[in-house]
């Protein structure tokens, strides 16, 4: 529905507020408007409908048949949307925030940690979001962002995890634990400049397979491949550290370049500092700033 259908929400607002007190100058009072204010916020709204929706006296409002008959729609609309704000904030903006972070870093690096998170904040309640492309469209709707991309690309108050270097990586029994990078089926997650072409340049070497490189969108298809034995990914520590640290994958090579992108934690504006920001960023700290990869 187009929004010229629908009438202005101060006007719906300031007649549901009259109707429910049969007085303009309660709904002023309710909605911290002036009387005046109440007055032509309905007449708009009568103007609008094309009927009149109360009955005017010297000291009574009186619903008209229409205005009797509008009103439930809109309490009714007014019930839903509280109930779809409920829904999105979790009924609390101090227990709950919205997150957003790459697909990756959520299934690899986050999810494993909600437990500890909701062991120190069992009343905190996340809201994940993890958009692929394009993050900068979602990221006003997040109170905080974890972002993984090139250090001179992110804001001023952006705060940087410790930087990750690169590496291929692959199921314990793969190709029966003697890789060959000639026949390996070769995965990797496409727009990242840590990938398999980067890291033979780094070791000197020219990389003769590039037309070869399967590619996804995200890590979290590579690096699940190279789970179920499908091949090597090139990954890098953030997202592998506790998979082989747990025997899941291996690194069978020990050449680790320092990765160019890295993570980043983009912190909530001074006005959005809940209880909920305030936990969750002082968790992060302690969970991941002071966390050191081994070269």
Same mark, same amino acid.
């Not at 529905?1 to 929400?9: D, E, I």
């Given at each position: 529905?187009?929004?010229?259908?629908?009438?202005?929400?101060n006007w719906l607002r300031a007649f549901e507020s009259a109707a429910r007190h049969l007085s303009f100058t309660q709904a002023a009072g309710e909605l911290?408007?002036?009387?005046?204010?109440?007055?032509?916020?309905?007449?708009?709204?009568?103007?609008?409908?094309?009927?009149?929706?109360?009955?005017?006296?010297?000291?009574?409002?009186?619903?008209?048949?229409?205005?009797?008959?509008?009103?439930?729609?809109?309490?009714?609309?007014?019930?839903?949307?509280?109930?779809?704000?409920?829904?999105?904030?979790?009924?609390?903006?101090?227990?709950?925030?919205?997150?957003?972070?790459?697909?990756?870093?959520?299934?690899?690096?986050?999810?494993?940690?909600?437990?500890?998170?909701?062991?120190?904040?069992?009343?905190?309640? !996340?809201?994940?979001?993890?958009? /692929?492309?394009? +993050?900068?469209? %979602? *990221?006003?709707?997040? &109170?905080?962002?974890?972002?993984?991309?090139?250090?001179?690309?992110?804001?001023?108050?952006?705060?940087?995890?410790?930087?990750?270097?690169?590496?291929?990586?692959?199921?314990?029994?793969?190709?029966?634990?003697?890789?060959?990078?000639?026949?390996?089926?070769?995965?990797?997650?496409?727009?990242?400049?840590?990938?398999?072409?980067?890291?033979?340049?780094?070791?000197?070497?020219?990389?003769?397979?590039?037309?070869?490189?399967?590619?996804?969108?995200?890590?979290?298809?590579?690096?699940?491949?190279?789970?179920?034995?499908?091949?090597?990914?090139?990954?890098?520590?953030?997202?592998?550290?506790?998979?082989?640290?747990?025997?899941?994958?291996?690194?069978?090579?020990?050449?680790?370049?320092? !990765?160019?992108?890295?993570?980043? /934690?983009?912190? +909530?504006?001074? %006005? *959005?500092?809940?209880? &909920?920001?305030?936990a969750f960023m002082s968790w992060l700290r302690a969970e991941f700033l002071h966390r050191r990869f081994d070269d």
């Open positions: 529905m187009s929004s010229t259908n629908l009438p202005p929400l911290n408007l002036t009387q005046s204010a109440i007055s032509q916020h309905v007449r708009s709204l009568e103007g609008f409908l094309g009927r009149e929706l109360f009955i005017r006296r010297t000291r009574a409002l009186i619903l008209t048949e229409a205005g009797a008959n509008y009103l439930p729609t809109v309490r009714e609309a007014f019930d839903l949307l509280a109930q779809g704000t409920q829904a999105m904030t979790g009924g609390d903006r101090g227990k709950s925030l919205i997150l957003q972070c790459n697909m990756a870093f959520s299934v690899f690096c986050l999810a494993p940690r909600l437990k500890k998170l909701h062991a120190a904040h069992p009343w905190l309640r !996340l809201n994940i979001v993890t958009p /692929i492309w394009d +993050p900068e469209r %979602h *990221a006003e709707h997040a &109170a905080i962002e974890i972002r993984f991309g090139r250090p001179a690309e992110m804001s001023n108050n952006a705060i940087p995890l410790p930087r990750d270097r690169f590496f291929p990586v692959c199921h314990p029994d793969y190709q029966s634990g003697k890789i060959d990078l000639n026949t390996a089926a070769l995965m990797d997650c496409s727009g990242i400049m840590g990938n398999w072409e980067a890291w033979y340049k780094s070791r000197g070497q020219s990389f003769h397979r590039a037309n070869e490189v399967n590619l996804s969108s995200t890590y979290s298809v590579s690096i699940s491949a190279a789970l179920a034995g499908g091949g090597l990914a090139m990954a890098h520590d953030t997202l592998t550290t506790d998979l082989i640290a747990n025997g899941q994958l291996v690194r069978p090579f020990n050449h680790t370049p320092e !990765l160019p992108e890295a993570y980043h /934690i983009l912190p +909530p504006a001074s %006005h *959005a500092d809940t209880p &909920a920001t305030r």
